[in-house]
């Protein structure tokens, strides 16, 4: 009996050692690299994404990583390039008026939406009046774009290709808000199959499970390469790093830094940014913080190097006031930042009274791992100033409801995302503003930042929002941290892979390589 | 047919009960769905807006009626999130799952049997001490763990697995039904090893009793008083121990669905707490604790038909 279970092991871990082989040499066939050849057209990929879309209406989705995915289905008037300038797309061409007052837009022919229908100014007005919250019924599902509207006065259709937005006050910044989708104004099912006018057209969604997408073929523009995109949606980026390991993913943003090392043989890393601010946020508006000596010392405290070098293998562009440098001339490269510097820390927590320790909370998004590993770091930063910090996890409804809102917390570890214009980044930090969560409070800043809304002339906008940054630094807002690396793993036999300096995938650019 | 009666009486006060707990329970913890839905950038007026047209600003105990009085025909109302009727919702998942829990608990019973009883014949022999081992590793493993592991060596390495291959069994029935094999296997690892050990020691346990020796001393062979005295009498707790494991299979495994990326209850169960989603939340609630209590009433009726005693 027992020899015959000891030769049944024998057997099985034979042909199991057999078989390991035989996969081992599968692997082997795989041609390396095709340096960027040339694009074929047609061909079928899956992009895996972490995050369930929360709408498929371009209007009332939220989560940047709905709008990721829906990049390829709509567009607005203009869509942004891959450099971060806005280009034409619904529309032909647009002016400005001198006195920033009223935006003209030239609507290109024959835009098809992807149910055959033409484009129309009744459309825009539509679209453009949803967005802002202008319409006289809204659907109260619809996330009102406060950029909008507060800008904007009036939409109207002059002839039948000429929409004319005019503002209530004189504002240069507003084209990055008129990327918001253009949808056909007499549609009711934008929920459940959206229509737009992008490269690719919906073709089915399962909750928790794929957004499909195909190529449109009346897309006015350079047409997609490829036939047909499937979003697949995994429950974080541990059960997709399995089947990017048995090759069945194409794309995959989101990878951390070990993952992205194990994957280097069989996917290209693709290095980009995340496009957001992430920091320490501390409420200004509570002790300790309420001090700013306080905040001060834990700029000083916080090791921002070492975090990139633990978290991120060092990759990651650190900030040093409460702007990117994906914000391109706004952003103010003269900064020099807190220097990492325990004795500084120390002095200036003994001058604001706290020269025995101190204790803090620290309340942190569970759902992000990457914040709450930033958090650890901190903690273990702050031990060395007599800081103890304590992490309390709570998940994002939680965090979004007690802290981002109802402001009662002491310190978080978040990033914050933004749309291209200069004054979304920084609008929340106005005395006044409803998104002012560390309720940061500064009469300068608010006048400079009105200032710099309705200057027109770009060198003095320029100077104004540089101006901002700085008061942010001095003031000590928050500890700013970085603008973390977005690590992308790319199929060998694609191309065309692009990061934007927001937050989106476009599959237009993507192709299999031609063999 | 009393006991019938009596035990969809205690199903319908049992449901009522939970139902009203989770309700509660969900108007304590922060955030609600039109926070949840309209993101960071909301103002306060938009936010009460969509409070409004999903009816979260009444009493508590309003909405619990409300939806009760739904819920009583039939009609489990639309998920907050995805707008989507939270019948059809569930319905959707629940072909995964149960085919989940239907191949894990064939596996339980076809292989704790045999390895609970393989080791008793000496107990603390040879034998025995390797089905302990073995379960000791069975319940140590960690289920996610578990899940890469397989996935690694039969997916990966051996390809007799299509890794993230799940179909909708509509699609492919065939492909449904061999995909899920694995990860049911992923599921009824610790439960095997708990199982192996509970009827290890339970038939140990009856084997020293007095009856046992008498049949011994009848002339009954060894197998024949395994299978014909002590089995029955071990039958009583085991049965009680499989009708939870089906409970709990039956609710869907979170941390399986999301190894093999499943699309199943849990996941869903989940996404909807986080995510505010009342209406689904309640129904999955009430479509477990329904298979708990309904798993429960089974094992009472097998009691009476092993043990005519229980009445």
């Known amino acids: 009996m027992k020899r015959k279970l000891l030769l049944a092991l024998l057997m099985f871990s034979v042909t199991t050692a057999l078989c390991a082989c035989k996969g081992g040499t599968d692997k082997g066939d795989t041609p390396g690299d095709i340096s960027s050849g040339t694009p074929a057209v047609g061909g079928e990929i899956v992009v895996g994404i972490t995050q369930d879309l929360d709408s498929l209406d371009p209007h009332v989705a939220v989560a940047a990583g709905t709008d990721e995915v829906l990049f390829n289905v709509f567009e607005g008037l203009v869509k942004p390039d891959k450099d971060g300038n806005f280009v034409e797309a619904v529309a032909e061409s647009y002016v400005i008026s001198e006195d920033a007052m009223t935006y003209t837009f030239t609507l290109r022919e024959n835009v098809k939406f992807h149910n055959g229908k033409v484009v129309t100014v009744e459309d825009v007005v539509y679209s453009v009046k949803r967005c802002a919250g202008l319409l006289d019924v809204q659907d109260p599902n619809v996330l009102v774009d406060s950029a909008l509207s507060g800008a904007i006065s009036e939409v109207v259709a002059t002839d039948a290709h000429t929409v004319v937005i005019k503002l209530k006050a004189a504002n240069t910044e507003l084209l990055p808000f008129l990327t ?112 700013v000596r306080v905040r001060q010392a834990f700029c000083h405290a916080v090791n921002r190097q070492e975090i990139l070098d633990m978290l991120s293998g060092g990759r990651g562009t650190l900030i040093n006031s409460g702007m990117t440098p994906g914000l391109a001339s706004y952003y103010n490269d003269t900064i020099a930042g807190y220097e990492y510097s325990v004795e500084k820390a120390k002095q200036l927590l003994a001058d604001a009274g706290y020269a025995n320790g101190l204790e803090i909370t620290l309340t942190v998004p569970s759902n992000y791992q990457y914040h709450m590993d930033t958090a650890q770091v901190i903690v273990e930063q702050l031990k060395k100033v007599g800081v103890t910090a304590k992490i309390v996890p709570v998940e994002w409804a939680t965090w979004l409801s007690d802290v981002y809102k109802g402001r009662d917390y002491q310190a978080t570890v978040v990033g914050l995302d933004f749309n291209l214009a200069p004054s979304d980044v920084v609008k929340r930090y106005n005395s006044t503003a409803s998104n002012n969560f560390m309720n940061y409070n500064n009469a300068e800043f608010d006048a400079t930042f009105a200032k710099a809304l309705a200057a027109v002339e770009e060198q003095e906008k320029i100077a104004a929002y540089k101006d901002l940054q700085k008061f942010l630094y001095e003031d000590a807002a928050s500890v700013y941290i970085q603008d973390p690396a977005l690590l992308t793993a790319v199929s060998k036999e694609l191309g065309g892979y692009t990061f934007y300096p927001v937050y989106v995938q476009d599959m237009a650019l993507v192709y299999y390589k031609e063999k | 047919m009393k006991f019938i009666l009596k035990k969809i009486g205690t199903l319908i006060i049992t449901l009522v009960i939970i139902s009203f707990l989770s309700f509660l329970a969900f108007s304590l913890i922060p955030g609600d769905a039109a926070v949840a839905n309209l993101g960071m950038d909301a103002d306060e007026a938009a936010v009460e807006a969509l409070r409004e047209e999903l009816g979260l600003n009444r009493p508590v105990i309003v909405q619990y009626g409300d939806w009760l009085f739904s819920a009583l025909q039939g009609d489990f109302g639309e998920s907050t999130q995805y707008h989507l009727p939270v019948s059809e919702l569930v319905a959707k998942r629940l072909p995964a799952t149960i085919t989940l829990a239907i191949y894990s608990m064939i596996i339980i019973t076809l292989v704790s049997f045999p390895l609970g009883m393989l080791g008793t014949k000496k107990p603390d022999g040879a034998m025995d001490t390797a089905v302990t081992v073995l379960s000791q590793i069975g319940m140590a493993v ?78 009954n062979s060894e197998k024949r008083l395994l299978l014909n005295h002590v089995l029955i009498n071990v039958m009583m707790p085991v049965v009680t121990m499989l009708a939870m494991m089906a409970a709990d299979v039956l609710a869907g495994s979170i941390v399986v669905e999301q190894v093999f990326n499943i699309p199943g209850l849990g996941r869903l169960l989940i996404t909807s707490i986080s995510n505010r989603d009342y209406p689904v939340v309640q129904a999955i609630v009430i479509y477990i604790a329904s298979t708990v209590v309904i798993m429960n009433t089974l094992a009472d009726i097998m009691y009476q038909k092993l043990d005519p005693r229980v009445r």
């Open chain 1, 180 to 291: 918001c989708a253009i949808i056909p104004c007499d549609y009711e099912n934008q929920a459940t199959a959206p229509v737009g006018t992008g490269p690719f057209k919906f073709v089915s969604y399962a909750p928790l499970e794929s957004f499909v997408v195909e190529k449109n073929p009346d897309y006015y523009g350079t047409p997609a390469y490829l036939d047909k995109v499937t979003f697949k949606v995994y429950a974080n980026s541990d059960a997709a790093f399995l089947e990017l390991m048995a090759g069945k993913v194409h794309v995959f943003p989101y990878l951390t830094e070990e993952q992205a090392a194990q994957l280097s043989q069989k996917y290209t890393i693709e290095v980009g940014t995340m496009n957001l601010v992430q920091a320490m946020f501390l409420n200004n508006g509570v002790a300790p913080f309420d001090d």
């Open chain 2, 142 to 219: 960690p289920q996610f763990f578990l899940g890469i592991l397989l996935t690694f060596f039969f997916g990966i390495l051996l390809n007799w697995f299509t890794v993230g291959g799940y179909v909708n069994p509509q699609e492919d029935l065939g492909g449904f039904l061999s995909f899920l094999l694995l990860p049911a296997v992923a599921v009824a690892v610790p439960k095997c090893a708990t199982m192996t050990r509970y009827i290890r020691n339970a038939v140990v346990a009856q084997k020293k009793m007095d009856y046992v020796r008498t049949a011994r001393g009848k002339g």
